[in-house]
């Protein structure tokens, strides 16, 4: 979380920490926000099934129920969801409108934990956070076992709006191991909303914002690294 609130100070928001607890015990209102994002790392770690414990939160406790569903349903808001955070927002899809056709994370192919250096390429869609971005192919940072997209019984993935994909060296499109860590079918890896507000992912590109967080770059790179441009579509998306 910390990486990701320094992204999001970088583009020119001020990030503010907020504990499930805080929103429980009505220390916080949502209201109060433009911008939810669900962290990846550790979050709900201690509670199997993590993104799905993080969800039950939300879902079987009135005030914070109604909080995120009054977020998700203002049209001036957007909101992410990174590793953990994007398993707990597909859990949310009675509260999101416009996910209907999100699919469940599950256990990882390889029943391992994946941390890697993947390439992606970000496809057209609707999501605010991806604008200006399509057709882009760059390596992003990878770290979850539960990272595979299941749409058996969650809906139409001729339906889903897909954001982004795994692909192999060549650019293309690729569910062979290792380079589509998680074995989701098509390379899925993250979706968007019908009106591209909310956003949901398993990679990591607040841990790619930086050019010396790269592996390798070019010599001419400055010391922003490209995922920096969703952060700041974000902010230019708030105004």
Known sequence: QIEMAAAFDHAGFTAVDVHMSDILEGRIDLAEFKGLVACGGFSYGDVLGAGRGWASTVLHNDKARQQFSDFFNRKDTFALGVCNGCQMLSQLKELIPGSE???RFERNVSEQFEARFSLVEIVESASILLQGMTGSV???AVAHGEG????SNTGSQADALVAMRFVDNNGDVTEHYPQNPNGSSEGITALTTTDGRVTIMMPHPERVTRTVQHSW???????????????????????
Do not use: Q
């Not at 690294?225 to 708030?238: D, E, S, T, Y």
């Open 148 to 151: 595979r997209a299941d749409f």
């Open 138 to 140: 760059m390596p992003i």
């Open 217 to 239: 770059h070019p010599d001419d790179w400055g010391k922003d690294g490209p995922w920096l441009r969703l952060f700041h579509n974000a902010r230019k998306w708030v105004g």
């Open 101 to 103: 056709h999100w699919p």
